[in-house]
Every structure is written in structure tokens, then in C-alpha cells.
């Protein structure tokens, strides 16, 4: 039996991230991965190459829908969506190779199998070809989520599919129906819709990314219906998807219990992942589940067994890449005996639509909620010379302070480029920055970055300078 300091299972951004860390802490590190590809959802089938398509599909429509503006005549634009698939399987593959050098960089140990615990201190590996055992002091469970689904709709993966199917599609539907108003059903939803495709969006409660602020909400649902023609159904309850030849039709419930009824060539189910434990052994274990199927773990990331940790999307918070990876680091600096940290209020969240959206901090809702009091500055992107040269004027930036102490609460974004955008507000949040301090730093001329400053400028004493 091969025997280590700690054994992670799976390989996402959190266990491997994990491993690193753990590796550079002086640990000897396993790391077990049921798939060949290393990366987890987010480099096989998730970030990555939803990115990629998205990128790809964003170059498509400027060339179709701006380039003659820039002055630049293109004769006979098509998509070859083949071409795509094909682009993305390589960034993910670069990418996924790129995670085996790291492995072997750091002297993590690799075993390609499904990892399941025998015992509180050993786990099995079982691939095709053997079954090995490890034992370690310690171990990391990362093993991350899948699609969720509902009731009365059977995921064929063909016609109606989760992101997983939607990521490998090579024809252009001409009809998407999207369950599920959120990350994915808006980000891939966005992808076919600037090849050409009808998008339509049925959307259980009654705004879109319904758990960020409310202004974003409304101002995207605009964009996506204005710049792609996206089609929304909120407040609709979906009952079924059936397939009848080549279609399938979905049937949706409004709010006064009228059934509406929705054909399309293609159905993507996005309405959330659950957490992955299926074939863990965790009742071998000792390891308890929360009424969610989530890994129950306390402050410091331990589950029901002290020396068992588990991260990711497979515990409680959310479900996103930089979450995990945090975690990761966390946990293994807790095993060395460190005493790390993390700011479960300042993670970012992003839409990587376009305009992009992105929010850190309290939406203006839990600021009410919670009877906070708070002052709000907010900065247009039709008053940046940035945007205006760069032909992205839609969206705004929008800053939540403290009333009386003036610190940054909350900073809310649709905006081009706000993925990168919104790392200036964390850190302006996590160093305890008023609003004052921002509006009074200097900003590079002419930048997007300039909108958050103005913003802050409108929060601190409605003085933006440029709007
Ligand atoms: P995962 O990445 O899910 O990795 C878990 C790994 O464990 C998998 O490789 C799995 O095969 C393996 N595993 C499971 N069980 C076992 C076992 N018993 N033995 C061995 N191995 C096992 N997040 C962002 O932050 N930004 C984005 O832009 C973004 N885009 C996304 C787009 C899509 C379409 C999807 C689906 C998700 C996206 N996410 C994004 C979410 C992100 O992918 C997840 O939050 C992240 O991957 C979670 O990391 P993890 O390490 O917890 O688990
Ligand atoms: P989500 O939670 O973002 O959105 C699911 C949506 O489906 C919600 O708006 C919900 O109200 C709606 N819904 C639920 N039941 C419904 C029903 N019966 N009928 C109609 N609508 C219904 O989940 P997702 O988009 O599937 O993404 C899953 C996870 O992956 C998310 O937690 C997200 O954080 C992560 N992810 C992140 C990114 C990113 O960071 N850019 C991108 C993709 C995915």
C-alpha cells in the first residue's frame, strides 16, 4: 500500500491547487483523478471552455455587427462552429496539460481512478486497468459538482442537454430554449445567440441572476433582449420538456397557472449543480452529508472526521473556481499548522456576458435587509472616452458605501471588461477603502478602470468629474 502526508480526490482548481500548496509546504502529496484530463469541471467543461466558445463567439458577432463601423469591410462572414469546438478542445487540452506539468513539477503523485474511502485512514483507486490502495494522515476531498436537472425533464444529451453536451454542440440550433435565467443558461445562451441563434429563457423567479443586485438584473435582461434579441419568461415554472420528432416542446407555468408551450430544435437545462459524493465510500468514512448532499465541514473546512477536509463546490458557499482554489490554499495551510484566512463576503462573482457583469461585497437588497445604511454613487459607461472609443457604452458601474463612514460596501458592474474590473474593488474592500480613497487615487487616462473611480467619486460626496 502506498502510504502519504495527504491525498486529495479530484482534480478541479480546488484539489489541485490544493496539492500545490500542500506540496510546497513540504508535504508528500497524492492526487486522485477518475478522469485522464486533469482540471476538473472547470478546465474539461466548465471556465475554460465556455470562455473560449464565448470569446470565439464574440469575435463572430463584432465581425458581423461592428467591424464595418471601425471601417473594416469583410465580404462573407460565416461561424464554423466545427472550428470552434475544435479551438476550444485545444485551449483545454493546453490547459489540462499544463496542470500534469504542475503535478510533476511539485512531485505530486498522480493516480488516474476513482477514488472511494475503505476506511477513515485508506482509500481505494479503481481504474479499467487495477485497484491500489493509499492510506494518508490526511485527506482533501475535492471532488466538486454535476448538472442538476428536474423533475419531469430526461436529459437525452442530445437535444435536451446540460453545459457538459451544450460545450461539445457542433451545429447552430436555431431555437434554444434555456431553463434557468442564470450563469450558464446567460453565458452559453449569449454564445449561440451571436451565431445566429433564437434564444429564449424560461426563468423560475421573476428577474434573471436573481442572487445579484437587483440593478444588474434589469440592466442585463435590457442588454441581452436590445444587442442579441434574447427572449426572457420569468416567473414560469417549467412542468416538462418532451421531444416530438425533431423538436422539443417545453411547457411552462405562469404566475396566474397558465401553461405556456415553447418548441425548439435544442433544450439546455441550466438550473444549478449539485454537489458530487456518489462512489466516495463516505460512509466508510464517517464523513456526513447536509440535507443539500453537500460535505457538512466546520470553520476550518474539517468534515465530521478531523483529519478528512473537503473544499469546492462540494461544501457549502459558492460554486465557483476561485472559491475552491481559495480553499485549498486554506486547507493546507491548516494542516501545516498555519493560521489562514478567508473572506467568504469578498468573493467575486462574474457574468462573462458582453457587457460582463461583476459584484463583490453586499447587493443593495442585503444592505436594506439587513438595515444597513448606505449612500449609492453609480458612473455610466456613455460618459467614458474609453468606451466611447472602443464602441462599449452600455452598462454602468455602481459603488454601495457606508453612509456616515463612507467605507465601500458593495461594488456592482455591467461593463466591458468587468471581470478584470471588480479585482480593483476587492482590494479596495479588502484593505477597508472608503470611497473617498478610491475617488481620490489616481487612474490611467483613458481606461474602463476610470468609471470605478468616478462611481466612488459619486458615492463620497456626488461629485464624479466627468459625468
Ligand atoms: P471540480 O472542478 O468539479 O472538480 C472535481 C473533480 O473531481 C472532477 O475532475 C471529478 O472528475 C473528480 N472526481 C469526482 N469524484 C471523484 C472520485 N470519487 N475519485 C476521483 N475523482 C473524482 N466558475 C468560475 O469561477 N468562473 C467561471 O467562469 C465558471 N464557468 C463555468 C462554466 C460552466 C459551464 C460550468 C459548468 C461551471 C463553471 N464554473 C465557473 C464553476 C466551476 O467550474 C466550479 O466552481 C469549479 O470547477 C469547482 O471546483 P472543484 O475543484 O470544487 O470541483
Ligand atoms: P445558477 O444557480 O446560476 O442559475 C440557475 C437558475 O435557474 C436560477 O436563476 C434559478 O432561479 C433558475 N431555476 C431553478 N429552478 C428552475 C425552474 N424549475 N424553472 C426555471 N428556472 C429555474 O446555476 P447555473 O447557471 O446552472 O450554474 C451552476 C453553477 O456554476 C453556479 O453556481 C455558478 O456559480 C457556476 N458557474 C459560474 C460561472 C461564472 O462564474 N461565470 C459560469 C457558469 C457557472
Not at 189 to 200: D, I, N
Given at each position: 500500500m502506498d502510504q502519504f502526508d495527504v491525498v486529495v480526490i479530484g482534480s478541479g482548481p480546488g484539489g489541485y491547487i490544493s496539492a500545490i500548496r500542500c506540496a510546497q509546504l513540504g508535504f508528500k502529496v497524492a492526487i486522485v483523478e477518475k478522469y485522464n484530463s486533469l482540471g476538473g469541471t472547470c478546465l474539461n467543461v466548465g471556465c475554460i471552455p465556455s470562455k473560449a466558445l464565448l470569446?470565439?463567439?464574440?469575435?463572430?458577432?463584432?465581425?458581423?455587427?461592428?467591424?464595418?463601423?471601425?471601417?473594416?469591410?469583410?465580404?462573407?462572414?460565416?461561424?464554423?462552429?466545427?472550428?470552434?469546438?475544435?479551438?476550444?478542445?485545444?485551449?483545454?487540452?493546453?490547459?489540462?496539460d499544463g496542470v500534469a506539468y504542475l503535478m510533476k513539477k511539485n512531485?505530486?503523485?498522480?493516480?488516474?481512478?476513482?477514488?472511494?474511502?475503505?476506511?477513515?485512514?485508506?482509500?481505494?483507486?479503481?481504474?479499467?486497468?487495477?485497484?491500489?490502495?493509499?492510506?494518508?494522515?490526511?485527506?482533501?476531498?475535492?471532488?466538486?459538482?454535476?448538472?442538476?436537472?428536474?423533475?419531469?425533464?430526461?436529459?437525452?444529451?442530445?437535444?435536451?442537454?446540460?453545459?457538459?453536451?451544450?460545450?461539445?454542440?457542433?451545429?447552430?440550433?436555431?431555437?434554444?430554449?434555456?431553463?434557468?435565467?442564470?450563469?450558464?443558461?446567460?453565458?452559453?445562451?449569449s454564445v449561440f445567440a451571436r451565431l445566429g441563434s433564437k434564444v429564449s429563457v424560461i426563468e423560475y423567479m421573476d428577474r434573471i441572476i436573481p442572487t445579484m443586485d437587483g440593478a444588474l438584473?434589469?440592466?442585463?435582461?435590457?442588454?441581452?433582449?436590445?444587442?442579441?434579441?434574447?427572449?426572457?419568461?420569468?416567473?414560469?415554472?417549467?412542468?416538462?420538456?418532451?421531444?416530438?420528432?425533431?423538436?422539443?416542446?417545453?411547457?411552462?407555468?405562469?404566475?396566474?397557472?397558465?401553461?405556456?408551450?415553447?418548441?425548439?430544435?435544442?433544450?439546455?437545462?441550466?438550473v444549478g449543480r449539485r454537489p458530487y459524493t456518489e462512489n466516495l465510500g463516505l460512509e466508510n468514512a464517517g464523513v456526513k452529508l447536509d440535507e443539500k448532499g453537500r460535505i457538512v465541514v466546520n470553520d476550518l473546512l474539517q468534515t465530521t472526521q478531523p483529519h478528512i477536509y473537503a473544499i469546492g463546490d462540494v461544501v457549502r458557499g459558492?460554486?465557483?473556481?476561485?472559491?475552491?482554489?481559495?480553499?485549498?490554499?486554506f486547507v493546507a495551510e491548516v494542516i501545516a499548522g498555519q493560521k489562514p484566512h478567508i473572506n467568504y463576503l469578498l468573493i467575486p462573482g462574474v457574468v462573462y456576458t458582453w457587457p460582463e457583469v461583476a459584484s463583490v461585497g453586499y447587493t443593495e437588497e442585503q444592505l436594506k435587509e439587513q438595515n444597513i445604511p448606505y449612500k449609492v454613487g453609480q458612473f455610466p459607461f456613455k460618459a467614458s472616452g474609453r468606451a466611447k472609443a472602443s464602441m462599449d457604452t452600455d452598462g454602468f458601474i455602481k459603488v454601495l458605501a457606508h453612509k456616515t463612514t463612507d467605507e465601500i460596501l458593495g461594488v456592482h458592474m455591467i461593463a466591458p471588461r468587468a471581470a478584470d474590473l471588480i479585482a480593483e474593488a476587492v482590494v479596495a474592500m479588502e484593505y477597508k477603502a472608503t470611497a473617498e480613497d478610491i475617488g481620490r487615487i489616481c487612474h490611467p487616462h483613458p481606461t474602463f478602470s476610470e468609471a470605478f473611480k468616478e462611481a466612488c467619486l459619486d458615492a463620497f460626496e456626488k461629485r464624479p468629474l466627468n459625468f
Amino acid at each position: 500500500m502506498d502510504q502519504f502526508d495527504v491525498v486529495v480526490i479530484g482534480s478541479g482548481p480546488g484539489g489541485y491547487i490544493s496539492a500545490i500548496r500542500c506540496a510546497q509546504l513540504g508535504f508528500k502529496v497524492a492526487i486522485v483523478e477518475k478522469y485522464n484530463s486533469l482540471g476538473g469541471t472547470c478546465l474539461n467543461v466548465g471556465c475554460i471552455p465556455s470562455k473560449a466558445l464565448l470569446d470565439s463567439s464574440e469575435h463572430y458577432f463584432n465581425a458581423v455587427h461592428h467591424f464595418e463601423k471601425h471601417g473594416i469591410k469583410i465580404k462573407d462572414i460565416k461561424p464554423d462552429i466545427k472550428q470552434m469546438i475544435e479551438r476550444k478542445r485545444q485551449v483545454v487540452k493546453e490547459n489540462s496539460d499544463g496542470v500534469a506539468y504542475l503535478m510533476k513539477k511539485n512531485k505530486i503523485t498522480v493516480f488516474n481512478g476513482i477514488g472511494s474511502f475503505v476506511s477513515p485512514q485508506q482509500i481505494k483507486v479503481n481504474s479499467e486497468k487495477s485497484t491500489q490502495e493509499l492510506s494518508a494522515k490526511y485527506f482533501i476531498i475535492a471532488t466538486g459538482s454535476k448538472p442538476s436537472s428536474l423533475p419531469g425533464i430526461e436529459i437525452d444529451k442530445k437535444q435536451i442537454i446540460t453545459s457538459t453536451e451544450a460545450l461539445e454542440l457542433e451545429t447552430i440550433p436555431k431555437h434554444l430554449i434555456v431553463i434557468g435565467g442564470g450563469v450558464i443558461g446567460l453565458e452559453l445562451g449569449s454564445v449561440f445567440a451571436r451565431l445566429g441563434s433564437k434564444v429564449s429563457v424560461i426563468e423560475y423567479m421573476d428577474r434573471i441572476i436573481p442572487t445579484m443586485d437587483g440593478a444588474l438584473s434589469k440592466e442585463l435582461q435590457r442588454l441581452l433582449k436590445k444587442n442579441l434579441g434574447f427572449e426572457f419568461y420569468l416567473q414560469h415554472k417549467v412542468l416538462s420538456a418532451i421531444k416530438k420528432s425533431k423538436e422539443v416542446i417545453v411547457t411552462a407555468q405562469n404566475k396566474n397557472a397558465e401553461n405556456i408551450e415553447l418548441k425548439g430544435d435544442y433544450v439546455l437545462v441550466a438550473v444549478g449543480r449539485r454537489p458530487y459524493t456518489e462512489n466516495l465510500g463516505l460512509e466508510n468514512a464517517g464523513v456526513k452529508l447536509d440535507e443539500k448532499g453537500r460535505i457538512v465541514v466546520n470553520d476550518l473546512l474539517q468534515t465530521t472526521q478531523p483529519h478528512i477536509y473537503a473544499i469546492g463546490d462540494v461544501v457549502r458557499g459558492p460554486m465557483l473556481a476561485h472559491k475552491a482554489e481559495e480553499e485549498g490554499v486554506f486547507v493546507a495551510e491548516v494542516i501545516a499548522g498555519q493560521k489562514p484566512h478567508i473572506n467568504y463576503l469578498l468573493i467575486p462573482g462574474v457574468v462573462y456576458t458582453w457587457p460582463e457583469v461583476a459584484s463583490v461585497g453586499y447587493t443593495e437588497e442585503q444592505l436594506k435587509e439587513q438595515n444597513i445604511p448606505y449612500k449609492v454613487g453609480q458612473f455610466p459607461f456613455k460618459a467614458s472616452g474609453r468606451a466611447k472609443a472602443s464602441m462599449d457604452t452600455d452598462g454602468f458601474i455602481k459603488v454601495l458605501a457606508h453612509k456616515t463612514t463612507d467605507e465601500i460596501l458593495g461594488v456592482h458592474m455591467i461593463a466591458p471588461r468587468a471581470a478584470d474590473l471588480i479585482a480593483e474593488a476587492v482590494v479596495a474592500m479588502e484593505y477597508k477603502a472608503t470611497a473617498e480613497d478610491i475617488g481620490r487615487i489616481c487612474h490611467p487616462h483613458p481606461t474602463f478602470s476610470e468609471a470605478f473611480k468616478e462611481a466612488c467619486l459619486d458615492a463620497f460626496e456626488k461629485r464624479p468629474l466627468n459625468f
